[in-house]
């Protein structure tokens, strides 16, 4: 079975620090690892993906993500907040299921705040 | 890029009515849809998995008679929401996951999103 936890409910920052936001996730395969964003009444849309190639992800937007076997973790990371970066993320993981199927699973998702 | 489509946006129902949303892949072939639903300030809740010309999977807890869904071609799938109530409000969003060779075999994509509200 596979989950999906992000850590933080809300993460709050000012404009021009760094962002982290924490993924944690179980999988007993070798996962695909997603971050989306979500902006107020919008859909979603994709910053980055890891599928098994290099550990470190880069995005758009300025974001990366680097996935950690050891620790089971995907975490998101930007080198300086802009306001327009405040937004619902979610961490996705897709992994087999046992009728060979890749289903996605989202974490509960993390508000991010920017101060100016 | 890929573009995935959804109407209504926005619909507004009475309770015991039926609605229906669409989800186009636009330029792409898509052979596994994705039906979300989701609440304010919550996650999204994979309600099934659509597979062009069969049935759909539907996740434990979701009503299959309730939520109906077709995916009768690759471009298209409906979910139909069946004498709806005012507890179906929600944010429904739809993805599809690419059939052709360009694509990350694991990869969807969203569609904006229909906002129901059933009075």
């Known amino acids: 079975a596979q989950s999906v936890t992000q850590l933080d409910s809300h993460v709050s920052v000012s404009e021009g620090t760094p962002v982290l936001l924490r993924c944690n996730y179980s999988?007993?395969?070798?996962?695909?690892l997603f971050w989306y964003v979500q902006h107020p009444n919008k859909g979603l849309q994709l910053l980055l993906k890891?599928?098994?190639?290099?550990?470190l992800v880069k995005g758009i937007n300025g974001f990366e993500a680097e996935f950690k076997k050891s620790e089971t973790s995907f975490h998101l990371t930007k080198p300086s907040a802009h306001m327009s970066d405040a937004a619902e993320y979610f961490c996705v993981v897709s992994d087999r299921r046992s009728g060979g199927s890749y289903i996605p699973t989202f974490g509960r998702g993390t508000s991010l705040i920017v101060h100016p | 890029g890929a573009v995935v489509s959804q109407h209504p946006s926005r619909v507004i129902c009475k309770s015991g009515t039926s609605v229906k949303i669409e989800c186009r892949s636009l330029d792409f072939q898509a052979t596994t849809m994705f039906w979300y639903r989701q609440f304010p300030k919550q996650s999204l809740m994979l309600m099934a998995t659509s597979n062009e010309g069969s049935k759909a999977t539907y996740e434990q807890g979701v009503e299959k008679d309730k939520f109906l869904i077709n995916h009768a071609s690759l471009t298209l799938s409906t979910l139909t929401v069946t004498s709806a109530h005012p507890e179906d409000s929600s944010f429904y969003i739809c993805?599809?996951?690419?059939?052709?060779?360009?694509?990350?075999?694991?990869?969807?994509?969203f569609g904006p999103g229909t906002r129901l509200t059933v009075l």
């Open positions: 999988s007993s395969y070798s996962p695909s």
């Open positions: 993805s599809a996951r690419a059939s052709a060779s360009g694509f990350s075999y694991n990869e969807q994509f």
């Open positions: 890891y599928t098994s190639a290099a550990t």
